[in-house]
């Protein structure tokens, strides 16, 4: 039975199918996939708690749906296309059979180590076939793999770590990207002397860099998969086991291990990737993201797995060694659909065409956007330069916490709206709320984004802590997922996302909680108090704008500048560090102490024209002060 919705009014049948009866919708989906023993029951729900299970007592392995389920039938084809950073190294195309080899062997290798069902993995890699083995090998085993991504500091991934007490690392020597080589063992040395749970680190040649291994601890890949058979027996799991924590910046300074379990996440994964990019067996499919964030989870290892897909994996970055490097890959191996983000469309605009101009990209059929709202600008180039004006562009709207693509076109499918995610995919409710919770009906209607009915790969918890689950998404408008987006439906019914309602930022389609930067910042020993806020950036989407009341004695600005810049770097990592650091006397504050972000959004913003009453501030004084001092252009 075909999953794949093949026409408009077959998309409208399945999500009214969907949204009267989702129980028995999901039944059918589900049924296509090899289960140990079936569910006894669907779905049962409570928003309130929450409380969600998705196939009760089913036993699975999501691995033999990726091996057992499809190795007679394509065991030959190839399932991961590696190429490497550095385009005259060689690439690796990588069989179903083979990687079923690797997993099982790589599995058996865990399980010797001492590695057992429900125990923590961190997943610490750059961009190699072995770290979708290594989750992979995890799935099969039980354990719960964390993946971290490679760019975070060793503070940062202290904290991930700790947080879900992991028993064991998979790292590198070190990790290529761009002309840069990235000493990553050092920084899992540098975190594990602020753990204690940790008891053997698996690492992988990839740079052959000059390392430390710790006698007992730590271990080569190559030398622990040594002697072990390619033979696994995958290991019984529950549709409700956990597949794995994968930690998000919050609005309060602490990440959040988001957990995924192994029955639902497995159904939506490959449902969601079959019909949003339309993809046929014989196509190659790439996304450009790192599996250390949910995309690369589920749209290069799982979903495209899964749906038996072959999928292109890619080490680098898109101007190394020039400006062309996205295009000449979808020449090399003509990639049919490609998925990236926006911040990377519009790195890749400031470079003009001459680099687009060697190349034909006639293969591609599908172009697709994530991560962020697209702007429309960098939409109509991309549709038009890259998708030759012939491709649709799926311009997807999810989550870490929603696990898969929640509301975005069907390629070919659901007519394009430029800078529109569109329309939900079946099984999916969302709906508009004004401040208060009411629902905002009909179109035209501008609010904030909720569901209000579970999707198989919803989120269950934040690991080790329920309530913070449930106070984050579930507790601002009850009986609601809170999405923390706002959203417009435009007078065709057609869902446009406008970006973060409450204190987060998106940076580069990376979600980062300004307490989180705003805690970096305070480290700095010339730090009193700190405000972190989002602005518009041309490249990024949203920069981070940080505000700071320092001691200034005997120092310069520029130089207290780089060091706060350099502080934030250290602590969480590339990503976080802010494009503007402003020094200032005060922060405006109500008369409770509160700092009102919204007033130093509009400043950095360069929107003074509206600030709203501040006379009602404790010090209306310093908002001019912070006016006058922002850094021009």
Known sequence: MSQKIQTLSGYINEYQRSVHQPEKFWERIAQSFHWQKPWDNVLSWDFKGPDIKWFENAKLNLTENIFERHLFTHGEKAAII???NDPKEAHRIISYRELFEMTCQFSNALEAQGVEKGDRVIIYMPMIPEAAVAMLACARIGAVHSVVFAGFSSSALADRINDCEAKMVLTSDGNFRGSKNIPVKEVVDEALEKTSTVEKVIVCK?????????????????????????????????????LFILYTSGSTGKPKGVVHTTGGYMVYTQYSFLNVFQYEQDDVYWCTADIGWITGHSYIVYGPLLAGAT????????????????????DKYKVNQFYTAPTAIRALQAKGLEPIAPYSLESLKVIGSVGEPINEEAWHWYHDHIGKGNC????TWWQTETGGIMISPLAGITPNKPAH?????????PIIVDAEGNELKGNNVEGNLCIKFPWPSILRTTYGDHKRCKETYFSTYPGMYFTGDGAKRDHDGYLRILGRVDDVINVSGHRMGTAEVENAINEHPRVIESAVVGYPHAIKGQGIYAYAICDREGISDEVLIEEIKGTVRKIIGPIAKPDEVQI??????????????????????????NLGDTSTLLNPEVVAEIIDGTPSD
């Open 82 to 84: 590696w190429e490497p």
């Open 206 to 242: 990839r740079t052959k860099s000059e390392v430390t291994m710790k006698p007992k601890r730590d271990i080569w890949w190559h030398d622990v998969i040594k002697g072990h058979s390619i033979d696994h027996k995958a290991a019984t799991l529950d549709a409700e086991d956990l």
């Open 311 to 330: 999928t292109l994996m890619f080490e680098g970055v898109p101007t190394y060694p020039h400006a062309g490097r996205f295009w000449e890959i979808i």
């Open 392 to 395: 649709p562009l799926v311009d």
């Open 421 to 429: 995610a569109s329309l939900p995919l079946p099984g999916i409710q």
């Open 584 to 609: 200032v006397k005060g922060l405006p504050k109500t008369r409770s102490g509160k700092i009102m972000r919204r007033i130093l959004r509009k400043v950095a913003s360069k929107d003074i024209s």
